[in-house]
């Protein structure tokens, strides 16, 4: 394999785990990442770019992030995990981007436990693309409300648990 690839919480568990795995195929090196702190994730594109020099970054794995029991103080735990998670996989792409765009894959990958966590216990999640809908955020758009919204309804009162966690557009079809 030789990819270029940036694995975020590479410090423990399945990050950890990646790494070694990748370490075992050729060399590694690091760059000091803390998701949380946008400052960070900009120094931490920086010293990607200083590593790779002319080549890019074929693979980013979002592996970092947190996952905090909702019991507690319901605000400040969603925050925190939101800022993590969310915020923070954001600022590392953004901050690795133009590696990115230099890659040859150009390949994005975010782990997330979240939907087998509640698979287990039941519940089923699926992103859902409403298709490119004419409203006022989007005037120039090319369906319908009526019809974006009909199919959401269809593909969610149709999805069953062999459908947990794929991507379906509201026609049903199943998103790349």
Do not use: C, H, W
């Not at 390949?107 to 698979?119: F, H, M, P, T």
């Amino acid at each position: 394999m030789s990819a270029t690839v940036l694995i975020t919480g590479a410090n423990r568990g399945i990050g950890l785990g990646l790494v070694e795995e990748l370490a075992s195929n050729g060399k590694i090196k690091t760059v000091k990442l803390d998701i949380a702190d946008e400052k960070s994730t900009q120094q931490a594109g920086r010293d990607a770019q200083a590593i790779l020099g002319d080549k890019g970054l074929d693979i980013l794995i979002n592996n970092a992030g947190i996952n905090q029991a909702v019991f507690g103080p319901l605000i400040e735990t969603l925050t925190q995990v939101f800022n993590v998670n969310v915020v923070g996989t954001q600022n590392v792409i953004k901050a690795l981007f133009p590696a990115l765009q230099k890659g040859v894959a150009k390949k994005v990958i975010k782990i997330s436990s979240l939907v087998a966590v509640y698979a287990n216990a039941g519940f089923i999640f699926i992103p859902l693309n409403p298709g490119y809908v004419k409203t006022d955020m989007s005037p120039e758009g090319t369906e319908t409300v009526e019809n974006s919204v009909k199919g959401i309804l269809e593909v969610t009162f149709e999805a069953g648990q062999e459908d947990n966690g794929v991507f379906y557009s509201y026609d049903g079809t199943k998103e790349p």
